[in-house]
């Protein structure tokens, strides 16, 4: 059967040590490993999403926080479809960094591109940075959308790419489609391969 196929190119971002590269592992393998190195890779190729006769792959880009790879993010944001900023809520720096990222897709993705603000580790205790301060952050931004979840638990992780896929899709998918005009067979694959 012809199924019409939906490539979405799809960034994680933010400060190191927030744990995307935990967030993409748990949603790509269902695994969760304390012992993370720091990464920069992709695309990690999550096939996971099936809608009205639509595949909807997510091509996964983890980037590294570190200042020193600044200079990559014109190449990686470039043609991204969905950005997520991601900070740890006992990390007040990557809290205070959400805007610098938030900056940086604007300059350098596409208006359209689908941001979402993602605080994880909601399973620590005692966090800094409250449900409050978060969303008047993402209220200065206008309409981001901010969203919790545990890539140690997996508490959420799937509910943000749903909701950043429906996002994307119910705004710009059909335009997409009339301008790609791309069909392959289903298959149904989910790899996954952190660098």
């Known amino acids: 059967m012809e199924v019409k196929t ?3 190119k799809t960034i994680l971002t933010g400060n190191f040590n927030v744990g995307k590269t935990s967030i993409i ?4 393998c269902n695994a969760f490993d304390k012992d993370m190195k720091p990464t920069i890779g992709g695309p990690d190729t999550s096939d996971v999403y099936t809608s009205n006769g639509t595949k909807i792959e997510l091509v996964l880009w983890d980037t590294a926080g570190q200042e020193k790879y600044n200079c990559l993010f014109p190449l990686l944001y470039k043609n991204s479809s ?4 991601v900070y740890d809520p006992n990390d007040s720096q990557s809290f205070e960094n959400v805007t610098y990222w938030v900056d940086s897709v604007h300059q350098y993705c596409d208006k ?3 941001i979402v603000v993602v605080c994880n580790k909601i399973d620590l205790e005692n966090q800094l940075i409250t449900k409050e301060m978060a969303t008047l952050l993402c209220k200065q931004y206008g309409d981001i959308p901010l969203m919790f979840c545990s890539a140690l638990s997996s508490d959420g992780v799937k ?3 749903d909701f950043a896929v429906n996002k994307f899709y119910n705004t710009k998918g ?3 489609f009339a301008q790609t005009n791309n069909t392959t067979k289903h298959h149904s694959n989910v790899s996954c391969g952190i660098f």
């Open 112 to 114: 359209n591109t689908v």
């Open 25 to 28: 592992k748990r949603l790509c």
């Open 82 to 85: 969905i950005v997520i900023i």
């Open 159 to 161: 509910e943000v790419f």
């Open 174 to 176: 059909d335009k997409m």
């Open 6 to 8: 939906l490539r979405l």
